[in-house]
């Protein structure tokens, strides 16, 4: 315990919102004689710094519009921040939108072996997590079946249990907790926490407080991108249903 | 150092993203990976009665000489239309995941060289064929064989970049192809334009002067008259390698807002 995994640092996200969409030549000639290229600049992300350290829970809390995925994203290294570092110690495993890094015409088993690839997991790690994940997802025979003809709650629980079959050192939740159906639901949770029993560092982005008080320890507050409280859950939860009320 | 480190890392992956290519490519076919031999055979066949029995084309080797050039052009053509589209077809990919996105053309070459590479087996059948005598030139396969390979890199990495930005590139691209391969003497014999004023248009075709290498190794007729061809794909694909890498590495970060 007590040590830094995660370190935010002064971090902000700059996005140039085009006034239209350019992406073909044609357009960007005609649009830079008339000179209609103009670009708003838009920080989706301010100033952001905090620091977890191992075993920490962190809910993120905010309106649409307030930052979270984004910050998600910065953390999990597919944004780089217009300003700032992230630094992050051990193994990253993001949770984003789950299966979709998935290949349609493949099937689960082969899935299986692609994400994990793309996850960072080596051959001999997957092939010995294999059956546990295959279990876990659920999907009994329909593992040999493209992903195509999955249901999209088979696909998300396939996501789940491959990105969950090993013990990453931060787990970047967005959203993901409504997989599948209520059973699969409260396994999955139960396998959350066990992971953070782990030491795995977790954040998580929910629009239901409840499930974040029941998962994290602490919680931060976005707004318009900038960083409104970051504390314990209780304080800052407390604060969040006072915002939301106003 | 550092990155060669990453790439270590993910050599897992690059393998997998190139097994995908592969194994998709083929998929739901019946005859399979099979195809990667019998197309460039019936192509060549066509091409042969086209230009050789119509033209009157009757030299032995005719066919042999196309298909040399079919199967470079059809995985220069096949490799550079893959990188161009890489980062736009694994879009959904790289919004959610990092991983080095340089992985996704190269990955997409590579494949492409696997089906090449399986192809070339046909070539021994229609040696045999063409009554070409197998020379110890086969050895000297692996010089072409590299050179491509950088040519279509060095050439898919720059197209990759570009494509991302303005996507018109792939369509330009296209109609780049069909000029690359009409100025590449893939099924008429090079002398003849190389004699009119318009030689450049062949010595200055990266493509041609692989090709041209490639062929004097299965034909039998040497490298000593090569030496130019090899030099200049050679340079061409260094060069663009580098300003390849260069733009990407510069612009991949603005990669994600653009597709």
């Known amino acids: 315990m007590g040590k830094q995994t995660l370190i935010v640092d002064n971090v902000g996200m700059k996005f140039n919102l085009g006034s239209e969409k350019v992406d073909s030549l044609k357009d960007y000639f005609i649009k830079s004689l008339k000179r209609e290229i103009k670009y708003d600049e838009f920080w989706a992300l301010k100033d952001i710094s905090f620091t977890l350290e191992r075993g920490e829970r962190l809910g993120i809390l905010g309106l649409n519009g307030a930052g979270k995925s984004t910050l998600l994203k910065v953390i999990a290294g597919v944004f780089k921040p217009t ?114 029993d782990n030491g795995t560092t977790v954040l998580f982005v929910s629009h239901s407080l409840e499930q974040v008080q029941r998962i994290c320890n602490k919680a931060m507050i976005l707004e318009h991108g900038t960083l409104v409280n970051i504390g314990g859950i209780e304080e800052v939860s407390k604060q969040y249903k006072e915002m939301i009320d106003k | 150092m550092e990155h060669l480190k990453t790439f270590y890392r993910r050599k897992y992956l690059l393998w997998e993203l190139v097994k995908k290519g592969v194994k998709l490519k083929y998929r739901r076919s019946y005859l399979g990976i099979f195809w990667s031999l019998l197309e460039p055979l019936l192509t060549t066949i066509i091409l042969t009665v086209v230009f ?114 303005f996507r018109d590139m792939e369509y330009l691209w296209d109609v780049s192809l069909m000029f690359i391969m009409y100025t590449a003497a893939i099924f008429y014999y090079p002398e003849r334009l190389l004699k009119s004023g318009y030689a450049f248009l062949l010595n200055y075709n990266p493509l041609y002067c692989v090709i041209s290498v490639f062929r004097a190794c299965i034909l039998g007729t040497g490298l000593s008259n090569e030496l130019r061809n090899i030099i200049f794909a050679a340079g061409f694909s260094v060069v663009s390698i580098v300003v390849g890498t260069f733009v990407f590495y510069k612009k991949q970060n603005d990669f994600i807002l653009h597709i």
Do not use: H
């Open chain 1, 83 to 196: 300003e700032g570092t992230v630094t992050r110690k051990g193994r990253v495993v993001p949770l984003l939108e789950l299966g979709a890094g998935f290949d349609r015409q493949y099937t689960g088993r082969e899935n299986i072996y692609l994400y994990g690839a793309v996850l960072g997991y080596s051959k001999k790690y997957i092939d010995s997590k294999f059956d546990e994940i295959w279990e876990f997802s659920e999907l009994g025979k329909f593992i040999d079946v493209p992903l195509g003809n999955y249901s999209s709650g088979m696909k998300s629980k396939l996501g789940f249990s491959i990105a969950t079959a090993t013990n990453p050192d931060i787990l970047i939740l967005d959203e993901v907790l409504s997989v599948g159906d209520a059973k699969f639901r409260k396994k999955s949770e139960k396998k959350i926490m066990s992971l953070m």
């Open chain 2, 52 to 165: 050789g029995t119509l033209f009157g084309n009757t030299t032995k080797s005719y066919p042999l000489y196309i298909l040399c050039g079919r199967l470079m052009y059809t995985f220069f053509s096949a490799g550079t239309k893959s990188a161009t589209r890489s980062i736009r077809s694994n879009a959904a990919m790289i919004k959610k995941v990092y991983v080095p996105k340089y992985l996704y053309p190269m990955s997409s070459i590579l494949f492409n060289f696997v089906i090449f590479a399986l192809s070339l087996i046909i070539l021994v059948p229609l040696t045999i064929y063409c009554q070409v005598s197998f020379t110890y030139r086969w050895f000297y396969l692996f010089i072409p064989l590299i050179l491509i390979i950088l040519l279509t890199f060095g050439v898919g990495i720059i197209l990759a970049t570009i494509a991302v930005f």
